[in-house]
């Protein structure tokens, strides 16, 4: 006679170790699965996000093991506040952030709505756009870098094409007013898919019976847009938003491969002075001070932002 699986483990657990499993409440076995993952949790998150906390109070200094460690209380995060060089890189996040949301999002939308509507050769496009997404931000670094060089690259050639300026005249990377579009651009072309794919969700979810409702109503297609088509897309832009800004705020590669932070600090951002600070200049406290600023800065905005979200979704 063939048993499955189950009833042969069964068989086999010895008879003290069953009668207690099968004495286990529900809630306890399932504490016992979840255990691992809490604990691996609290081991990879938590206790790194406690000890960065720990350090940001002292002037430790990973490359002086042997220096004693003092506690300075809250004389970090003061540098770090009072220091002009962070508020610029503040600036300078803020402005990459706030456009590549504002184009992401106007573009995404866009080609999200004309997608929607189905015609031929809608899959092919759909893949098209996607493949910018698909690459890594090192390789999308190199490959915008090519396209700014002032003599071979092809961005110049177009905007001397449609403008009439010589192309060898102007250096998107190496512009000190130009590099922080530049950036701007490249990660723009990038991630414009990924919110596209998250507003092409929100418009497929709109039942089409609410449309033919508003037509017998004789509302005009400007009318439907406004009154339906953005009200029910909108918590899925707003989790777009959400989405893009938490990662651009975190940027490193792409920036770092494009410009390296240059021209001077114009593209400085965040992630590359803190990235700076603690592995260059290898001031481990001040980093950790710095790290916490920003995690809580962020964690802040976020939660605000889903509140807000909460409360469009509810409506």
């Avoid at 590669?253 to 114009?266: A, Y």
């Avoid at 932002?305 to 979704?313: I, S």
Wanted: aromatic residues 14%.
């Amino acid at each position: 006679m063939s048993h499955t699986p189950m009833e042969r483990i069964a068989r086999a657990t010895p008879a003290p170790m069953a009668r207690k499993v099968r004495g286990l409440s529900d809630r306890a076995i399932a504490w016992i699965f979840v255990a691992p993952s809490i604990f691996l949790l609290l081991a990879v998150n938590i206790f790194p996000l406690i000890w960065t906390i720990r350090l940001s109070f002292t002037n430790y200094k990973v490359n002086r093991p042997n220096r004693d460690v003092e506690f300075i209380g809250l004389r970090n995060y003061e540098r770090i506040l009072t220091d002009p060089d962070v508020w610029a890189t503040m600036q300078a996040t803020a402005h990459f952030l706030i456009w590549t949301i504002v184009f992401q999002v106007l573009i995404g939308f866009t080609l999200a709505f004309l997608i929607n509507k189905k015609f031929k050769g809608n899959d092919m496009w759909t893949t098209i756009i996607v493949f910018p997404m698909m690459l890594s931000p090192a390789v999308v670094g190199n490959f915008w870098t090519f396209l700014y060089q002032p003599q071979i690259g092809l961005f110049n050639y177009a905007i001397g094409f449609l403008t009439g300026a010589d192309p060898s005249s102007f250096s998107m990377i190496g512009d000190v007013n130009l590099a922080p579009w530049a950036i701007v651009i490249a990660d723009t072309w990038m991630w414009t898919p990924f919110v596209m794919l998250i507003c092409l969700a929100g418009l497929r979810s709109i039942p089409d019976s609410i449309y033919e409702a508003a037509e017998c109503d004789r509302a005009s297609k400007w009318r439907q847009f406004w009154t339906i088509t953005i009200p029910m897309a909108l918590p899925f832009l707003m989790l777009a938003v959400l989405f893009r800004g938490i990662e651009n705020f975190k940027m490193f590669d792409l920036v770092v491969q494009l410009t390296g932070g240059g021209p001077g600090n114009t593209t400085t951002l965040t992630s590359i002075d803190l990235k700076r600070e603690a592995f260059e200049k290898w001031r481990t406290g001040y980093s950790s001070a710095y790290a916490v600023i920003l995690f809580v800065t962020v964690f802040g905005l976020a939660s605000i932002y889903v509140k807000a979200l909460n409360k469009v979704k509810e409506r």
